[in-house]
């Protein structure tokens, strides 16, 4: 039989993380903690504030009846979690856990043996002009190819400099845009047609979710290619999700399991995308380590080439130890170093 339980977690942002949401110093996230026998599985539920779709003042409400309902003998997976897609993530994780021996090596691998590493973009977080490329400048000295930068911190005629300067110093260098919504309704072909000039990759969610027809529109005027983020939250019916595809036709989707329900329903949206020919990577939300790791070791499987968004681990001061690690531009799983879950155990 389980035994369930749950601790709050708060961790610490090295320095202060901007994003059109505003700057963030501290994020917390949930553990759930599954006991069978001698096993124990942990699994991370990770709350981002204004973004995630369950941000309610009930959620650790929500993870007490979870726990409840695990600890009177009930299947866990029959408990309706259908609006909290970052709890189903963390229990979806923690029962992984314990099915595979509480080592937190769930889906093993060359890449959970050491052997291969994960490619991935290197993030460049919102601020002044010297802030950003500074940050710019460290990524690639460390030996990133690929890089996703937040815009809209600066004023537009600042960001075109900006990108201007990088391109012209980085010619060779893949950049990835992340509008977050920011763009009006009015001014998004504009921009996007001003920030071609810059050989830019792809462009995420340039408008607010919840527009199709006018993001159909944008995917099919804008000379960058655009990939779906925020759109994609919310949603879990899969005609839904296939309606959304067919009529916004993006070139990219871009998938975080905490956001949309989990590894289960992320591989739904991969199916569903591989069926129209739209392309996808997946990214990490802001977890820990702990998320990191599982969504890192699935995302593995999948034998995809594509840079993957899994670039977060490093942001806070007092994450939980592990073996992942970031050598170059790629994420690695080091079988040497081991787990230290005491903060959260």
């Not at 963390?90 to 595979?100: H, Q």
């Not at 050491?114 to 993030?123: R, V």
Request: hydrophobic content about 40%; glycine content about 8%.
């Amino acid at each position: 039989m389980l035994e369930a339980s749950f601790r709050e977690y708060l961790f610490k942002f090295k320095f202060p993380a901007g994003t059109s949401r505003g700057t963030l110093h501290e994020k917390k996230s949930w553990f759930l903690i599954l006991k069978k026998e001698a096993v124990i599985g942990v699994g991370e539920c990770s709350l981002i504030p204004g973004l995630s779709p369950e941000d309610k003042s009930n959620y650790a409400e929500k993870l007490a009846d979870l726990c409840e309902y695990i600890n009177k003998g009930n299947n866990p997976l029959e408990f309706n979690l259908k609006e909290y897609p970052s709890i189903g993530f963390g229990l979806e994780i923690a029962l992984k856990d314990i099915e595979t021996g509480g080592k937190r090596v769930l889906y093993p691998s060359e890449f959970t043996n050491g052997k291969h590493g994960i490619p991935i973009n290197g993030l460049i977080w919102m601020g002044s002009k010297e802030f950003m490329k500074e940050q710019v400048k460290n990524k690639i000295k460390t030996g990133f190819t690929c890089l996703k930068l937040k815009i809209g911190a600066l004023d537009f005629s600042s960001e075109n400099e900006f990108l201007s300067e990088i391109r012209k110093e980085f010619p060779g260098l893949e950049i990835r845009l992340d509008a977050n919504g920011g763009f009006n309704h009015t001014d998004a072909l504009y921009k996007l047609n001003q920030l071609s000039k810059y050989r830019v990759h792809s462009l995420e969610q340039p408008i607010n979710p919840g527009n199709y027809d006018l993001m159909a529109e944008i995917c099919e005027k804008s000379p960058i290619p655009i990939a779906l983020d925020e759109e994609l939250i919310g949603i879990s019916n899969i005609e839904e999700k296939r309606k959304l595809l067919k009529t916004i036709n993006p070139t990219f989707i871009i998938l975080k399991p905490s956001l949309i329900g989990g590894i289960k329903m992320t591989k739904e949206w991969i199916n569903l995308a591989e069926e129209t020919g739209i392309g996808w990577w997946v990214t990490s939300a802001l977890e820990s380590n702990i998320g990191l790791n599982a969504i890192a070791q699935w995302v593995y499987t999948l034998n995809t080439i594509v840079v993957q968004g899994l670039g977060t681990g490093q942001l806070y001061e007092n994450n939980i130890n592990s073996p992942l690690v970031i050598k170059s531009e790629s994420l690695w799983h080091k079988p040497g170093i081991n787990w230290d879950l005491k903060a959260i155990l």
